[in-house]
Nanobody, 126 residues
Framework: QVHLVESGGGLVQAGGSLRLSCAASGRTFSRRTMGWFRQVPGKERDFVAAITGSGSGTYYADSVKGRFTISRDNAKNTVYIQMEMNSLKPEDTGVYYC?????????????????WGQGTQVTVSS
């Protein structure tokens, strides 16, 4: 059974930092592109960042470049995806979802990913 479990969300003041984590197990994720998306009420999920299976390739939304850093640890049975979020802004608020792609290429569309976690709430106060 496939599990993607996010953690690390919370409430932080503008300018602060948070670190999100995602544990992916139940399938061979070590070669798959993994990504983070953000969703606010009434809107579709927006791409935030992605990382290739080896970790050598990363891709960021323009709005988070220079502030967010995605990384991964391909452990034996579980793949861990982290995202360090610095200089947070109120517009970074939303539910953050971890996602796994069926392929190795970097993608920024929801349909590029076929496995999703339950999400973790990030709230940035002004």
């Amino acid at each position: 059974q496939v599990h993607l479990v996010e953690s690390g969300g919370g409430l932080v003041q503008a300018g602060g930092s948070l670190r999100l984590s995602c544990a992916a197990s139940g399938r061979t994720f070590s070669r798959r592109t993994m990504g983070w998306f953000r969703q606010v009420p009434g809107k579709e999920r927006d791409f935030v960042a992605a990382i290739t299976g080896s970790g050598s390739g990363t891709y960021y939304a323009d709005s988070v470049k220079g502030r967010f850093t995605i990384s991964r640890d391909n452990a034996k049975n579980t793949v861990y995806i982290q995202m360090e979020m610095n200089s947070l802004k109120p517009e970074d608020t939303g539910v953050y979802y971890c996602a796994a792609a069926p392929a190795t290429a970097l993608g920024r569309r929801e349909y590029d990913y076929d496995c999703w976690g339950q999400g973790t709430q990030v709230t940035v106060s002004s």
